[in-house]
């Protein structure tokens, strides 16, 4: 079955950084576009960035422009969102999404929370 499991949130002083991981199996991982979505307290869950299979084509959420880059290893069937500069509104549950046909996968979520 599809699994995502993601790591690497934790508490960062602003304009420190983070990186998160998703690790994926139970599909052809090189295959698919994967991407990641956030949602903070009372908000709706929101894209942060997207990479196609092979990671030539990606896409950013203007608010982390500039600062975040999402990158993958198809040998290691993981995906990455390198995440610096934070700041306070970068705060949310971080999750990694694959769509599979006509199915979206979610992770358990990492948080991050960026305060002083």
């Known amino acids: 079955q599809v699994q995502l499991v993601e790591s690497g949130g934790g508490l960062v002083q602003p304009g420190g950084s983070l990186r998160l991981s998703c690790a994926a199996s139970?599909?052809?991982?090189?295959?698919?576009?994967l991407s990641w979505y956030r949602q903070a307290p009372g908000k709706e869950r929101e894209p942060v960035a997207y990479?196609?299979?092979?990671?030539?084509?990606?896409n950013y959420a203007d608010s982390v422009k500039g600062r975040f880059t999402i990158s993958r290893d198809n040998v290691l069937n993981t995906v990455y969102l390198q995440m610096n500069s934070l700041k306070p509104e970068d705060t949310a549950l971080y999750y990694c999404?694959?769509?599979?046909?006509?199915?979206?996968?979610w992770g358990q979520g990492t948080q991050v929370t960026v305060s002083s």
């Open positions: 139970g599909f052809t991982f090189n295959s698919y576009a």
């Open positions: 999404n694959v769509r599979i046909v006509d199915r979206e996968y």
């Open positions: 990479t196609t299979s092979h990671g030539r084509y990606k």
